[in-house]
């Protein structure tokens, strides 16, 4: 069931005192990975979420770089494309960028031009949702995009750091919270 999936999430999530940075505790989601079954629980209780919350879903949208480990997992369950957005200079052709802060330091997030379509329907998908900087610049190239946002999943939210409130009015839903 739901619960015995998410314990089973929790369980395969580590912490690392100081790590990039001194005062940071990093979540390291690495163990989901390693683990089939607890992977799979996260794509369930996604899916599951999406299926309830969000069935007009037209593209999976996710941020680099661990939001491409559980994205197209994610897509390819609900039979709807990915899209990825980059750190700059990663992506070919026309692109749009916007720049942000994240907990431990500043990046430039950037998407092509033609990947989402005026009106289409996106879900944001990351592993871990801290200040809400990374999420807040994917939503501003939505904008740009003139995407209609359902709203972001991740797995871990740092509650502590009210990323929600900085994603106001999208909705942000987390399997494990901190
Ligand atoms: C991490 C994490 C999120 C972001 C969250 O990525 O995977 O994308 O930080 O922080 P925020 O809510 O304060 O913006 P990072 O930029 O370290 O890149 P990586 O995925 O390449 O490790
Ligand atoms: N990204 C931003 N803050 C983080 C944290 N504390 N652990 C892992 N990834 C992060």
């Known amino acids: 069931g739901r619960e015995s999936k998410l314990q089973l999430v929790h369980r395969h ?8 940075k ?6 390291d989601i690495c163990p989901i990975l390693k683990d089939p079954a607890a992977l799979t629980a996260v ?4 899916e599951e979420h999406v299926r309830k ?11 680099d770089a661990r939001g491409f480990l559980f ?3 994610l897509a390819q ?4 494309g990915f899209v990825l957005i980059r750190k700059k200079g990663k992506l070919p052709g026309s692109t749009v960028s916007v720049a942000y802060d994240l907990e431990y330091g500043k ?3 950037e998407i092509q031009e033609d990947a989402v379509a005026p ?10 949702l801290a200040t809400g900087g990374t999420l807040y610049a994917a939503c501003e190239l939505m904008k740009k995009q003139q995407a209609e946002v359902l709203g972001c999943m991740v797995v871990i939210e740092l509650k502590e750091l009210k990323g929600i409130d900085k994603l106001k009015p999208h909705s942000v839903f987390s399997l494990v919270q901190y």
């Open 13 to 20: 999530i580590r912490a690392f005192p100081d790590f990039p």
């Open 22 to 27: 001194k005062g940071i505790l990093f979540r």
């Open 43 to 46: 794509i369930d209780l996604f």
């Open 53 to 63: 919350n969000h069935q007009h879903v037209e593209l999976i949208i996710g941020l």
């Open 71 to 73: 994205g197209p997992l």
């Open 77 to 80: 369950r609900l039979g709807v």
């Open 107 to 109: 990046a430039e997030a």
């Open 119 to 128: 009106g289409q329907k996106v879900l944001l998908i990351d592993d871990l």
